[in-house]
């Protein structure tokens, strides 16, 4: 093995039970690369990259990392090796200071052995400068900075570490355009310094831009290994789904014919904190409408609002013309209304029950008021027809959702409301971490949801998906209402303009 490979697998095996999440993966990582891991969901890009920092153990297969062979991981192993993963859910404290954070478990001491404060916010500062953040004061406390920010944060900690390789797993999911291009940049002068990185991603534009090869897996399989220059979008989808790419997503039925016998939802003057200004909209039925806007202005809090579960300040909401308090969440599931909030934040309320119990935990709500509980059988049949539909990757729908792969998480989190097939749905980020393939899946599926009536509104930072789902826009800017797109109208420089700029006056 010469000298370029820092890491070599072997036939690397992980089985979990009913699962063989990898299959006999044989790579060469080079030293000072940008190797990109693409795939499905659950095609076992995180489990990998689990293995190579000491977090799974294989079940088969050899390691090799500078030319020796590993005969044991763990993460503390892995950290001495110089290998720091930066993983979906950030693990940063937030009431600590950046400083403390960076050097948590590991705080300088002067002679004394008294912690060396001083030395503290100086290496930390350093080390900010590194990551971009020469700007920010090291005492600053975690929670009063940005998730980008707290990434470069963790950048910065893998740095103090002295990590030789950096393993990125869809670290831009929550970043906007401008945040991810920060990061791509600190990416690059880290290359520079000679760090290899792995990149997981379901955004195949950017792997175009910062990679230098390409892994595509499916199925737990290594497919092949791609030269970036040599490659284009197309040719990796294919490659990851094993067949040929249809490519985009168009409805058939847009709507064009709006009647005020149809509103089903009516916003009056709604205002969330500093968040959401005086926002007015009407929501009428079978229509899907997007609500457009910049990261932060105040797209998901009007969700969260009108559906109950934050407080506003004021506002009214007419459902179907009757004025409804909407102060909390069971008022608006009695109003047939569900939101699939954003992945992430989710996932936390359910990880501990499993694909079936998720799938069916607004029916058994529904079931438990009317004091039946012998839903079992019912409750199978639905849960099994969704992970069919959406093609939820499992084992069985006795699996726990925490053992399912990010996205696959996300679609069982949709099918679990769909089961009470809602008249109003609110969807934050439906799409967020789902591969192409299943992307169009859950298209088919809210455009069909669409069309049996449900009125549906969608928030999305993918502008080709707001363009190609939505019938009507009505785009913010900093919280207030800054336009109203009709589909015919619609244009990416257009809706852009709407969202960048306050309403002229
Ligand atoms: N702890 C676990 N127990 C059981 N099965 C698991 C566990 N971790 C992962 N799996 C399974 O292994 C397979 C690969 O999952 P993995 O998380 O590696 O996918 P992924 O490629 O990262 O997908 P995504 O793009 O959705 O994040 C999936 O079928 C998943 O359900
Ligand atoms: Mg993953």
């Given at each position: 093995m010469g000298d370029n490979v820092i890491y070599s697998m072997k036939n690397i095996t992980k089985k979990f039970p009913g699962v063989t999440a990898l299959d006999s993966v044989s790579m060469d990582i080079q030293r000072g690369e940008i190797l990109a891991i693409v795939g499905e969901n659950g095609a076992g890009k995180s489990t990998l990259?689990?293995?190579?920092?000491?977090?799974?153990?294989?079940?088969?297969?050899?390691?090799?990392y500078n030319g020796k062979t590993v005969d044991h991981m763990d993460p503390i192993m892995a950290q001495k090796m110089g290998i720091a993963m930066i993983h979906q859910e950030l693990s940063l404290s937030n009431a600590l200071s950046i400083a403390e954070n960076i050097f948590l478990g590991r705080l300088p001491k002067n002679a004394w052995g008294m912690i060396n404060t001083q030395k503290m916010y100086e290496d930390s500062r350093a080390l900010l400068k590194e990551v971009g953040l020469e700007h920010?004061?090291?005492?600053?406390?975690?929670?009063?900075?940005?998730?980008?920010?707290?990434?470069?944060?963790?950048?910065?900690?893998?740095?103090?570490?002295?990590?030789k390789l950096l393993i990125l797993d869809e670290p831009t999911s929550s970043l906007t355009p401008k945040e991810a291009d920060i990061l791509h940049e600190i990416m690059f002068q880290l290359q520079k310094k000679g760090i290899t990185m792995l990149y997981i991603s379901?955004?195949?534009d950017e792997i175009i831009k910062i990679s230098n090869r390409i892994a595509v897996f499916r199925d737990g399989q290594l497919i092949t290994i791609l030269?970036?220059?040599?490659?284009?979008?197309?040719?990796?989808?294919?490659?990851?789904?094993?067949?040929e790419y249809a490519g985009g997503f168009a409805r058939d039925n847009y709507k064009t014919e709006y009647s005020e016998d149809d509103v089903v939802l009516e916003v009056e003057n709604l205002c969330v904190g500093n968040k959401v200004k005086n926002v007015s909209f009407k929501l009428y039925r079978g229509e899907l409408l997007g609500i457009a806007g910049l990261v932060g202005s105040g797209r998901s809090e009007i969700l969260q609002a009108v559906f109950g579960a934050d407080k506003r300040q004021s506002g009214t909401i007419k459902i179907k013309g009757k004025t409804v308090p909407?102060?909390?969440?069971?008022?608006?599931?009695?109003?047939?209304m569900a939101l699939v909030p954003e992945g992430r934040k989710l996932q936390s309320l359910f990880l501990k029950f499993s694909v079936e119990q998720n799938i069916s935990i607004v029916f058994l709500k529904k079931a438990l008021n009317k004091l039946r509980l012998n839903l079992g059988k019912k409750e199978r049949v639905i849960a099994e027809n969704y992970v069919d539909k959406l093609k939820i990757k499992t084992p069985g729908i006795e699996q726990k959702i925490v053992n399912l792969s990010g996205g696959n998480q996300q679609k069982a989190v949709i099918a679990r409301w769909l089961v009470d097939r809602p008249d109003i749905l609110f969807l934050d980020e439906p799409t967020q971490g789902i591969d192409v393939g299943a992307k169009n899946e859950i298209y088919d599926i809210i455009s069909e949801l669409s069309k049996e009536g449900t009125s549906i509104i969608m928030v999305s930072s993918e502008m080709q998906e707001n363009i190609n789902l939505c019938d009507r826009i009505i785009t913010l800017y900093e919280g207030s209402v800054t336009g109203e797109i009709m589909h015919k109208e619609f244009s990416e420089e257009g809706l852009m303009s709407y969202m960048s700029q306050a309403k002229e006056a």
């Open positions: 990259m689990n293995i190579l920092s000491g977090s799974y153990e294989s079940t088969e297969g050899t390691l090799e920010i004061d090291p005492r600053t406390l975690v929670r009063d900075i940005n998730v980008s920010q707290q990434q470069q944060v963790e950048i910065a900690k893998a740095l103090s570490l002295d990590a379901h955004k195949l030269q970036t220059e040599a490659t284009k979008i197309d040719d990796m989808v294919s490659a990851m789904v094993g067949r909407m102060n909390y969440t069971t008022e608006a599931i009695a109003n047939k």
